[in-house]
């Protein structure tokens, strides 16, 4: 997601200027612009024209310890990005993650939120708590513990992980995807949450005058209300799945299955470990433009049908 | 107008980023500078006193340093500990040299000299007489290791060795009547019978290349080779294939187990006797007393098994370097520390007791710490084996500018091999193709 803010900025600022007004608070908008727009550009935009710029550099010597010269590459580094299989196969996998591990982790997010909204629930503060703590532990240290309870001869529960291989080329991908569920899923129960928090009593009194049950409420009240808090998770969420790192990172240390280019951040990491900057740099362009299309592509798709 | 504002501000700091980029451009060729010719004024002591940093990530190593400190009031080392190379230490030297703000002194493997010094990250000691005057102290491989062979080029003092030896469960061995293999194919006959104990003989490590790259070099094989002008890169020799498939046949059989080598089930394995020897450096004293220390007492160690019976080759898996980074200001003091870490008597002795670390100099092995029985092993005089072993590694093992990546791309491929995709032959026959392939990327020249 790093790039689409620049390039959506520079495409629509073509048309000419007009209206140009002079406003009485120009010196106040630049000192409450003035602290944002310069972290702005120096964490971000300077960083993302950086790897831009990294990207289309690439490397000269002469000799065999010859001292490197960067020079203008133009685009031979995308050439080997595209023609990079195993870039593409982890891309492909993540895909595969994301289409199952998403759903689930979204629907489990909305059961729970829901049941919190339930007035039939009762220790809604003990439970709001206790599904949101996974996400206060670091995703290093929780992939670190499910790999010990992974684990087939370690694991507290011997008798399923000596007979199920959870760190196997089947299976590890989807223990893995049950990290990030476990993570994850009280963060965005919390962002559904509190949408169905801002929803006005009035409308549930309406629909228990018009005889809906509380299974009826969360259905035809609760869930279309709560759809935009819905749709923004699942945007987080798929960029969140295309940039997978830690936990694979993690996994490849006691899996076997798991390889340097396992998921696309895990290659763009190895890239820059070589050390091969540019080609590190035209990856994470590439990874980049492709989340940017696919969390936008989700967004058109949903809004188009929710004006239907 | 508001859009124009952020057009305006989006084209000037892509201007910004841009003319940022180029400004840097300069300052990477002149670090290129002189790369050779050593003029004795880049290694001159500076007036008044010199603070160093050095990052490393030998346990115990800021004990050591105290002991310079204490001397040398003029010469303050401060050390700062990351992870193992690999482990993420090499990433961030990486990032530091391109960011120049990397240490003075920096802990780096051999197998990792090439990678920084085709990266231009290494002060070439050379220019330091005192570094030149020194090569006499160490064992000669360990020495054409930081000098790449070539005459009047130092890029780090070599630190530690590790010639590998055998550590194997001497009460189970014995107990079960079952000869202490002196031969490769011994190895595989004593696997076959631990097997039907229910043991393993060993643990292949999948995705620790270097032990692999251990048994190469044990047999004469050299993954690398720089004859001046281009390299040619030898994963697929036949010592490498040799080797290669001899692993392969313990791994089919079921002989050896496959835990991922460094965690707790690997630890285990070893623990709880189910694993009987492992073939390894002399700093592996260390990592078996700590992951096993239910066997306490049980263990003694022997020389690599042989090719051929009769013949006398050791492997080496790691040993490292001090090396110097560019940019540092202060070359002379930097050298002068780093010759005392790894030659002087106290310093020696201090890192064999902290890290189990084995002298690369030839004086170390005489040291007395490394004479004494160690109660792990029985009361063993462990060190012996591994004085002889040294003697006997194999000069000429060359490592490559990429290492990082021939290791990565290895222990996928290794990894699968365990699971049952395809062969360790296949997997370096994998890493040969894409070694050339970053070589290629690199603009360093290679031979197909």
């Known amino acids: 997601m790093t790039t689409n803010p620049l390039t959506q900025e520079v495409s629509s600022g073509r ?25 702005f550009s120096l964490f971000y935009a300077i960083p993302v024209g950086y790897a831009v710029w990294q990207s289309l550099l690439k490397v000269e010597r002469e000799g065999t310890f010859g001292v490197a010269r960067e020079v203008f590459g133009g685009f031979s580094q995308y050439e080997q990005v595209f023609s990079n299989a195993p870039f593409w196969n982890s891309v492909g996998r993540v895909l595969t993650f994301g289409a199952v591990q998403v759903p689930v982790m979204l ?17 809604k503060k003990f439970f709001r708590l206790a599904f949101f703590v996974p996400y206060a532990v670091p995703g290093v240290v929780a992939a670190i513990m499910w790999g010990f309870l992974y684990s087939p001869n370690l694991s507290p529960f011997k008798a399923v992980t000596e007979n ?34 801002a929803i006005p009593t009035e409308i549930y009194e309406a629909a228990r005058l018009d005889g809906a049950g509380q299974l009826r409420i969360a259905w035809s ?28 990172q993690v996994f490849r240390s006691f899996s076997s299955a798991v390889t340097s280019s396992y998921t696309p951040n895990l290659t763009i990491y190895s890239t820059s470990s070589i050390p091969n900057f540019s080609l590190a740099a035209a990856f994470s362009v590439v990874l980049a433009v492709a989340t940017f299309i696919l969390s936008f592509t989700f967004l058109k798709v949903t809004q188009r049908k929710g004006n239907k | 107008m508001k859009t124009k504002n952020r057009a305006i501000s989006v084209a000037l700091l892509t201007v910004i980023a841009l003319a940022g980029c180029s400004s840097t451009e300069p300052t990477s060729t002149d670090a290129s500078g002189p790369a050779n010719p050593a003029t004795s004024k880049e290694c001159q002591p500076a007036t008044g006193n010199v603070e160093l940093t050095f990052t490393t990530w030998v346990p115990g190593m800021d004990t050591v340093v105290a002991l310079w400190n204490e001397q040398n009031p003029d010469i303050q080392v401060t050390v700062q500990t990351g992870p193992n190379g690999n482990g993420g230490t090499y990433q961030n030297f990486f990032n530091q040299l391109k960011a120049g703000n990397a240490p003075d002194l920096g802990q780096i ?277 591994f004085a002889q072993a040294s003697t006997q590694v194999n000069p000429d093992f060359t490592w490559g500018p990429t290492m990082t990546q021939v290791y990565a791309d290895a222990s996928d491929g290794f990894k699968a091999a365990v699971s049952g995709g395809g062969t360790l032959a296949d997997a370096l026959t994998a890493t040969q193709d894409s070694t050339i392939t970053t070589l290629k990327s690199q603009a360093i020249p290679v031979k197909e």
């Open chain 1, 15 to 39: 048309p000419p200027a007009s209206r140009r007004r002079s406003s009485p608070h120009k010196r106040a908008i630049a000192v409450f612009v003035l602290p944002f727009g310069v972290l």
């Open chain 1, 221 to 248: 009240v609760k869930i279309p209300l709560v759809m935009p808090a819905i749709l923004l998770t699942t945007v987080f969420s798929i960029i969140g799945t295309l940039q997978l790192l830690a936990e694979p």
């Open chain 1, 164 to 197: 199920v291989a959870f760190l196997s080329a089947d299976l590890v991908l989807w223990a893995i995807a049950n990290v990030v569920t476990w993570v994850y899923v009280g963060y965005n129960m919390l962002i559904i949450y509190s949408s169905l928090l």
């Open chain 2, 109 to 385: 493997e051999y197998d990792a000299l090439p990678n920084f010094r085709v990266q231009d990250g290494l002060v070439n000691l050379g220019v330091c007489a005192d570094v030149l005057a020194a090569q006499d102290e160490f064992v000669g491989w360990t020495w054409n290791q930081v000098s790449f062979g070539e005459e009047g080029n130092v890029y780090g003092i070599p630190q530690d060795a590790g010639p590998m030896a055998m550590f194997y469960r001497k009460d189970l061995f014995e107990q079960n009547n079952i000869p202490v293999p002196t031969t490769w194919a011994e190895y595989q006959d004593a696997a076959v019978k631990i097997k039907e104990l229910g043991g393993y003989i060993t643990n292949f490590s999948q995705s620790d290349i270097n032990q692999f790259a251990g048994f190469v070099w044990q047999a004469g094989g050299s993954w690398f080779q720089n004859d001046g002008t281009s390299w040619s890169v030898g994963l697929t020799s036949p010592e490498s294939i040799k080797v290669a498939d001899y692993w392969q046949g313990l791994i089919d059989d079921g002989l050896v187990s496959a835990n991922p080598p460094w965690t707790d089930e690997w630890n285990n394995a070893y623990n709880t006797g189910s694993d009987w020897t492992w073939i390894s450096a002399v700093w592996g004293a260390n990592s078996i007393s700590a992951g096993a220390p239910a066997t306490a007492g049980n263990w003694a160690v022997a020389p690599m098994p042989q090719w051929n019976a009769g013949d006398n080759a050791a492997g080496n898996w790691g040993g490292s370097s001090t090396a110097v980074f560019k940019g540092t200001e202060n070359v002379y003091e930097a050298a002068k520390f780093a010759l005392w870490l790894n030659t002087s008597d106290e310093a020696l002795t201090a890192l064999n007791k902290a890290a189990n670390l084995y002298p690369a100099t030839v004086a170390g092995a005489n040291l007395p710490a490394l004479k004494e029985g160690v109660e792990f092993y029985g009361g063993q005089a462990i060190y012996d084996v």
């Open chain 1, 107 to 123: 629907g489990l997010a909305l059961i729970f939120a829901l049941l919190l909204d339930s007035p039939l629930v009762k220790g």
